[in-house]
Nanobody, 124 residues
Framework: QLQLVESGGGLVQPGGSLRLSCVAS????????IGWFRQAPGKEREGVSC????????NYADSVKGRFTISRDSAKNTVYLQMNSLKPEDTAIYYC?????????????????WGQGTQVTVSS
């Protein structure tokens, strides 16, 4: 059974950092495009950052460029989202998702498998 599990969320002050992890079981993440999405209360789901399978190409929402970094650790079958200089508007539930399509576009409709989400709260 394909499963994604996110972790690493929590409460952090503005300007702080968090690293989210997305661990896969039942499949090898290297062969899948992975996306990080978020949804704040009362708002639509937003694509935050996505990375193509086997690599390289990445995509970031304008609101997080220069602050967030997506990366893979093949040995751990994990994708990370390093979040720096966090702002209150980054507060949301963060989800990772996987697709077999060769894409790094952050459109939720392209992704087939979703984790349960992890809460990120940025507040003083």
């Amino acid at each position: 059974q394909l499963q994604l599990v996110e972790s690493g969320g929590g409460l952090v002050q503005p300007g702080g950092s968090l690293r989210l992890s997305c661990v896969a079981s039942g499949f090898t993440l290297d062969y899948y495009g992975i996306g990080w999405f978020r949804q704040a209360p009362g708002k639509e789901r937003e694509g935050v950052s996505c990375i193509r399978s086997n690599g390289g190409s990445t995509n970031y929402a304008d609101s997080v460029k220069g602050r967030f970094t997506i990366s893979r650790d093949s040995a751990k079958n994990t994708v990370y989202l390093q979040m720096n200089s966090l702002k209150p508007e980054d507060t949301a539930i963060y989800y990772c998702a996987a697709t077999k399509r060769s894409t790094y576009f952050c459109s939720g409709s392209l992704y087939d498998y979703w984790g349960q989400g992890t809460q990120v709260t940025v507040s003083s």
